[in-house]
T-cell receptor, first 112, second 115 residues
Framework: GEDVEQSLFLSVREGDSSVINCTYTDSSSTYLYWYKQEPGAGLQLLTY?????DMKQDQRLTVLLNKKDKHLSLRIADTQTGDSAIYFCAESKKTGFQKLVFGTGTRLLVSP | GAVVSQHPSRVICKSGTSVKIECRSLDFQATTMFWYRQFPKKSLMLMATSNEGSKATYEQGVEKDKFLINHASLTLSTLTVTSAHPEDSSFYICSALFSRNEKLFFGSGTQLSVL
């Protein structure tokens, strides 16, 4: 299987919370990231978490890390139609942002 | 914020032809750029690391003679898919490393379809 796995699709209603899940295999991962890709645009870094943390919150975004289960999630509160995009989970072993290992991306569709 | 321009966004070509994809950092110099490929329903996979003024470093399983990378200036890296075949049809995306804060900035990707 893939080193980093995500489900391919998620559909939610506007105003609901979205939870995008990711599992990874490498226990030596140092940093875990969430990127967002809107149509016709490049991937943009949303947030990242160090492997020694279990939670990080940034406005509507909450990242949860279960290092034991190698499971990462991104929760988007009060999801808006503008949140519709592809969300990529990624991990790296080195400090900085080089040599990222990505997942498949999860396409989030937010309906009004 | 920093911008990376990737061109073309979509290309359709005949089998056996070569296709060049450009990746430009518009407002910063990037000594290091990365090229990725994504097949449908698969992960975005790193193909190679492009270093300005030197040879690219290819990941295991990526043919360097098939995927030619040139990083001749601090703002431009090109990926040439030589003698393209239908199995090379994929989404290719580049990123540029802004060395000042070690952040990556991505292009918008190129969808290559080889007939």
């Amino acid at each position: 299987g893939e080193d980093v796995e995500q489900s391919l699709f998620l559909s939610v209603r506007e105003g609901d919370s979205s939870v995008i899940n990711c599992t990874y295999t490498d226990s030596s991962s140092t940093y875990l990231y969430w990127y967002k890709q809107e149509p016709g645009a490049g991937l943009q870094l949303l947030t990242y978490i160090f492997s020694n943390m279990d939670m990080k919150q940034d406005q509507r975004l909450t990242v949860l890390l279960n290092k034991k289960d190698k499971h990462l999630s991104l929760r988007i509160a009060d999801t808006q139609t503008g949140d519709s995009a592809i969300y990529f989970c990624a991990e790296s072993k080195k400090t900085g942002f080089q040599k990222l290992v990505f997942g498949t991306g999860t396409r989030l569709l937010v309906s009004p | 914020g920093a911008v990376v321009s990737q061109h073309p966004s979509r290309v359709i070509c005949k089998s056996g032809t070569s296709v060049k994809i450009e990746c430009r950092s518009l407002d910063f110099q990037a000594t290091t750029m990365f090229w990725y490929r994504q097949f449908p329903k698969k992960s975005l996979m790193l193909m190679a690391t492009s270093n300005e003024g030197s040879k690219a470093t290819y990941e295991q399983g990526v043919e360097k003679d098939k995927f030619l990378i040139n990083h001749a200036s601090l703002t431009l890296s090109t990926l040439t898919v030589t003698s393209a075949h239908p199995e090379d049809s994929s989404f290719y995306i580049c990123s540029a490393l802004f060395s000042r804060n070690e952040k990556l900035f991505f292009g918008s990707g190129t969808q290559l379809s080889v007939l």
